[in-house]
């Protein structure tokens, strides 16, 4: 099928890359210059495992392309992908301006034929029909009635850093549309991976096709992302309790996680989530449910204790080293996750900050960051392009991203090279015994 995807952030080009994979002709759009240019010399603009191999297969094969114009993008998709940011607006709501551009500017392009407009972006409850507004909005002066088109919700739920493993093996698709005709191209569309011709594993079961109305497929994706970031500040207030009565969190997120109604997914407690999603999504909830009269306690005290959850670091370090006015703490790990570049709302961000303005000098090292052109762009904090300069002259260490390569490091050698031996494992993600013997004051979250 001919698709065209509008926007090629971490959703957008892993959505338009994994659909030209499995055979689609696919024309990516983007109105950053710079990015195309990038992708259309077989890069990725992002850091994503397994991406540059599947981007490279298909530009090999002719199946994927890159434009800044929108225009030959919609001329070219039966399907086409809304696939920008819906970031968080100062008050909490979701800033819908790059979505509203898209969508008038579809509705500019628009020619003869019948098209499926789907929503990828995480837009708030209603947006479908507002997006349908906005298109016909954007067709006025066209008195074309050979236009003809349908909005579809089909909200996204792959995990950054395992991006392109969730695209081919999902564990539902959601499909929000009042069209038959609409639904019958979205079937048509991902059957490869409904049939698993893809995964990993061929021989499970299709994938689940969630079909549905519009608002309910938009309220599912807000509901997951909350459900997921309740869960950890769950564990993290349980956390909070094991460090004053002395059980370990660990142990207990192994004991309630093997009851199948639990599950043990989501249950590592530590600094807390961070991340350009959980953060916006619950706010922008929170805000749509106040729209209509109703406070959301469950979803404001995750916010509260998530927000704790990071300060909470900062006063292990307080506890450990009293001062930290005039002390140099390195923090291991930047991004908010491992296998990715992405810093937006990294909880490294809110150390940065608070250290900093306690006094601190703070020196940090990132698998990534430090390697890349990114690690120009802070303040408050000295990126090191290694572990040993890292390690030198610090009071004390966090490891604030679990990377696994923070698994092998020569935790001995850094000790030699420390002023104080204090690690604080934000993660609880090293071993903490062997930490000890070594000589570290180990300190994790509630153990
Ligand atoms: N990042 C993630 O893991 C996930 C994100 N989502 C949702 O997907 C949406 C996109 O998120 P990301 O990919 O992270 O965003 P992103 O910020 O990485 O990418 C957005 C892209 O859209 C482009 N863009 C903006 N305005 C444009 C326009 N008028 N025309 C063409 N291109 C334009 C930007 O240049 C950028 O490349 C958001 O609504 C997000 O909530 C959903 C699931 C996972
Ligand atoms: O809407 C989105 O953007 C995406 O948000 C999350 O994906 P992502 O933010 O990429 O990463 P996660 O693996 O969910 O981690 C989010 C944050 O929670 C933290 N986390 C995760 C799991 C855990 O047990 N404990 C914990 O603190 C991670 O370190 C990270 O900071 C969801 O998992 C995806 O399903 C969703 O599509």
């Given at each position: 099928?001919?698709?065209?995807?509008?926007g090629?952030?971490?959703?957008?080009?892993?959505?338009?890359?994994?659909?030209a994979?499995i055979?689609?002709?696919?024309?990516?759009?983007?109105?950053n210059?710079?990015?195309?240019?990038l992708?259309?010399?077989?890069?990725?603009?992002i850091?994503?495992?397994?991406?540059?191999e599947?981007?490279?297969?298909?530009i090999?094969?002719?199946?994927?392309e890159?434009?800044?114009?929108?225009?030959?993008?919609?001329?070219?998709?039966?399907?086409?992908?809304?696939a920008?940011?819906?970031?968080?607006?100062?008050d909490?709501?979701?800033?819908?301006?790059?979505?509203?551009a898209?969508?008038r500017?579809?509705?500019?392009?628009?020619t003869?034929?019948?098209?499926?407009?789907?929503?990828?972006?995480?837009?708030p409850?209603?947006?479908?029909?507002?997006?349908?507004?906005?298109?016909?909005?954007?067709?006025a002066?066209?008195?074309?009635d050979?236009?003809?088109?349908d909005?579809?919700?089909?909200?996204?739920?792959?995990?950054?850093?395992?991006?392109?493993?969730?695209?081919?093996?999902?564990?539902?698709?959601?499909?929000g549309s009042?069209?038959?005709?609409?639904?019958?191209?979205?079937?048509?569309?991902?059957?490869?991976?409904?049939d698993?011709?893809?995964a990993?594993?061929?021989?499970?079961?299709?994938?689940?096709?969630?079909?549905?109305?519009?608002?309910s497929?938009?309220?599912?994706?807000?509901?997951?992302?909350?459900?997921l970031?309740?869960?950890?500040?769950?564990?993290?207030?349980i956390?909070?309790?094991?460090?004053?009565v002395?059980?370990d969190?660990?142990?207990?997120?192994?004991?309630?996680?093997?009851?199948?109604?639990?599950g043990?997914?989501?249950?590592?407690?530590?600094?807390?989530?961070?991340?350009s999603?959980?953060?916006k999504d619950?706010?922008?909830?929170?805000?749509t449910?106040a729209?209509?009269?109703y406070?959301?306690?469950?979803?404001?005290?995750?916010?509260r204790v998530n927000e704790?959850?990071?300060?909470?670091?900062v006063?292990?370090?307080q506890q450990?080293?009293?001062?930290?006015?005039?002390?140099?703490i390195?923090?291991l790990?930047m991004?908010?996750?491992?296998d990715?570049?992405?810093?937006?709302?990294?909880?490294?961000?809110?150390l940065?900050?608070q250290?900093?303005?306690l006094?601190?000098?703070?020196?940090?090292?990132?698998?990534l960051?430090?390697?890349?052109?990114l690690?120009?762009?802070f303040?408050?904090?000295i990126?090191?392009t290694?572990?040993?300069?890292?390690?030198?002259?610090?009071?004390?260490?966090?490891?604030?991203?679990?990377?696994?390569?923070?698994?092998?490091?020569?935790?001995?050698k850094?000790?030699?090279?420390?002023?104080?031996?204090?690690?604080?494992?934000?993660?609880?993600f090293?071993?903490g015994?062997?930490?000890?013997?070594?000589?570290?004051q180990?300190?994790?979250?509630?153990?």
């Open positions: 099928m001919r698709v065209c995807v509008i090629t952030g971490y959703v957008g080009l892993v959505t338009g890359a994994c659909l994979y055979g689609h002709d696919v024309i990516c759009v983007d109105n210059e710079e990015k195309v240019k992708m259309k010399s077989g890069q990725s603009p850091h994503e495992p397994g991406l540059p599947i981007l490279t297969e298909s090999r094969q002719g199946k994927i890159f434009t800044t114009d929108i225009a030959t993008g919609v001329k070219h998709g039966e399907v086409l992908f809304i920008v940011g819906t970031p968080s607006l100062a909490g709501r979701s800033d819908m301006r790059y979505v509203e898209v969508a500017s579809i509705g500019e392009s628009l003869d034929g019948y098209r499926v407009i789907v929503n990828k972006s995480t837009v409850i209603g947006s479908g029909d507002w997006v349908r507004m906005i298109v016909l909005d954007g067709m002066g066209q008195s074309n050979q236009i003809e088109f909005v579809v919700s089909n909200p996204e739920f792959l995990r950054e850093g395992v991006a392109v493993y969730d695209t081919f093996n999902p564990d539902r698709i959601v499909v009042d069209s038959d005709r609409a639904l019958q191209l979205m079937q048509e569309l991902y059957t490869p991976i409904i698993r011709s893809f990993e594993n061929k021989t499970l079961a299709p994938v689940p096709v969630v079909v549905t109305d519009l608002n497929a938009e309220m599912i994706k807000y509901a997951a992302n909350a459900f970031a309740t869960k950890i500040s769950f564990v993290n207030e956390a909070n309790i094991c460090d004053r002395g059980a969190v660990k142990e207990v997120a192994r004991g309630i996680g093997l009851d199948s109604r639990i043990s997914k989501f249950l590592q407690a530590g600094i807390g989530w961070g991340g999603c959980f953060g619950v706010s922008a909830l929170i805000y449910a729209d209509y009269g406070s959301t306690e469950i979803l404001k005290a995750c916010v704790l959850q990071r300060i909470l670091v006063e292990k370090l450990a080293l009293k001062i930290l006015k005039g002390k140099t390195g923090l790990g991004t908010f996750k491992p990715t570049d992405d810093m937006r709302d990294a909880p490294a961000l809110t940065i900050d250290l900093s303005r006094g601190a000098r703070v020196k940090a090292y990132d698998p960051v430090s390697q890349s052109g690690r120009q762009g303040s408050n904090v990126v090191e290694d572990l040993e300069r890292l390690a030198d002259g610090c009071d004390a260490v966090v490891l604030v991203t679990d990377w696994q390569e923070f698994l092998a490091i020569d935790y001995a850094m000790l030699r090279l420390m002023h104080h031996p204090v690690i604080i494992d934000a993660r609880n090293l071993d015994k062997a930490l000890k013997a070594l000589g570290y180990y300190i994790g979250i509630g153990r």
